[in-house]
């Protein structure tokens, strides 16, 4: 027990010794100086800031796009119309792939076709006859039926005949009528005298002057000239209704001349118009066609005769005026949400190291409604210095130059991005 009772003392003198002695100045300041370091960290990650970036692929073109003219039908080459490297204008046919018509003839008629004014003048079909011209020989021949068709009925005019006959039988039925209305006058006044005659003759009879068969003699004649003035007046009237029924006829002519008149002619509007869109698409699956001013481009080693697939890319036009140029991107659906535009993009192109050539700068122009068949966002980036670097050094133009994005969607301070990783973990 003394034992237990003087280590218990000893210890509690050391004890003693060491809360009486005066601390180090280390200690003393530590609590300061980590709150201190602790308060620089936090101040630094605040005062610090770097972006959140997207990366994609990028291509660099042309506002005006380079034109990739594919096969959309298989068959021989059948005629190559322009050289690698020319100059062509738009709507030049650059090839021709094999068909059943003759390429010559069918151009033939396309530029009769486009020159034509359906509205007046003569379809030149002397210059075309014999021709061949395959699957738009139906077309053709349809448009030809209906255009002599109208001519015809214009030249022959069919129903200014009928018309013309139908006023010469009016003006013959009017005459008939003035004449059977001068016969009615002379016949009235024969009724009237043969009436006053039958009464004079009535009056001698019941005087007994004349005998009965006298006056039924005279009766019968006043009856036979009323029945003569009634059937005049009968055949006027039947003269009459055959005039108005003459009239009608003459308006319905007339009518059906004009309704005639309109189906031909837009018989004949249709069946060019039909012609013209043949004409097209024997042209679009026929013929490879520039649609825009450049330069023609062989994507390979193209010869008469040599066989194409449909969906083959044969030619390319690189066009004459740039325009400018713009980044095509393709983003991920993943964070595209974060993407909006006017944002920057950081641009490094695969064959211009960005450590020696710097990047480009761009914005983010426009961005697509909805993602593409495979999920993602189409983007259009607009490079308002061209094609000029970060190191003020511009690029030779490519068309369709790749290389990677960055997209800067926003400027997180080192704060924010340590609170972010907390909030996540108590979410969990």
């Known amino acids: 027990m003394k034992e237990k009772d003087t280590s218990f003392e000893l210890r509690s003198e050391e004890v003693q010794e060491i809360l009486t002695r005066v601390p180090h100045w280390l200690i003393r300041s530590g609590s300061v100086i980590i709150f201190g370091i602790l308060a620089m960290v936090f101040f630094a990650s605040w005062l610090i800031e770097y972006p959140d970036i997207i990366s994609t692929k990028i291509v660099i073109t042309t506002n005006v796009p380079p034109q990739k003219l594919v096969a959309k039908a298989s068959g021989r080459i059948e005629a190559i119309l322009v050289a690698d490297k020319t100059v062509v204008s738009k709507n030049t046919p650059l090839a021709v792939i094999e068909n059943a018509a003759n390429y010559k003839d069918v151009f033939l008629l396309k530029g009769i076709v486009d020159t034509f004014n359906i509205d007046r003048g003569r379809f030149p079909f002397e210059k075309v006859n014999a021709k061949q011209f395959g699957d738009l020989e139906g077309p053709f021949a349809a448009f030809q039926k209906e255009y002599i068709a109208d001519e015809l009925n214009s030249k022959l005019q069919p129903y200014e005949i009928d018309g013309n006959a139908q006023k010469m039988e009016a003006i013959q039925l009017k005459e008939r009528i003035n004449l059977l209305q001068a016969q009615k006058a002379i016949n009235q006044s024969e009724l009237e ?126 066009p004459s005026k740039k325009d400018g140029y713009i980044g095509k991107v393709k983003a991920e659906a993943k964070n595209s949400g974060k993407i909006k535009i006017g944002q920057a993009v950081n641009i490094k192109l695969d064959n211009f190291p960005d450590r020696e050539f710097g990047v480009i700068r761009g914005k983010i122009k426009a961005i697509s409604l909805t993602p593409d068949k495979e999920g993602n966002l189409l983007i259009d980036v607009s490079l308002a210095n061209g094609l000029l670097t970060s190191y003020n050094k511009p690029i030779t133009f490519q068309q369709e130059m790749t290389g990677t994005a960055d997209v800067v969607t ?19």
């Open 193 to 318: 005298i043969q009436k006053s005659d039958l009464e004079r003759h009535e009056t001698l009879y019941r005087k007994g002057i004349i005998a009965a068969q006298e006056i039924e003699k005279n009766r019968l004649q006043f009856l036979q000239e009323q029945k003569n003035y009634k059937s005049l007046l009968s055949s006027i009237s039947s003269l009459q209704s055959s005039l108005n029924e003459l009239n009608r006829n003459t308006q319905t002519t007339k009518v059906n001349e004009r309704k005639e008149i309109v189906n031909l002619e837009r018989n004949v509007f249709q069946a060019f118009y039909q012609l013209k869109k043949s004409i097209k698409d024997w042209q679009i699956n026929y013929v490879l066609t520039s649609s825009i001013d450049g330069t023609l481009s062989f994507l390979q080693i193209w010869n008469k005769n040599q066989t194409v697939v449909a969906g083959d890319q044969v030619f390319s036009i690189i």
């Open 410 to 428: 926003e400027d997180l301070r080192l704060i924010e991005r340590l609170l972010y990783q907390f909030r996540d973990v108590f979410r969990r």
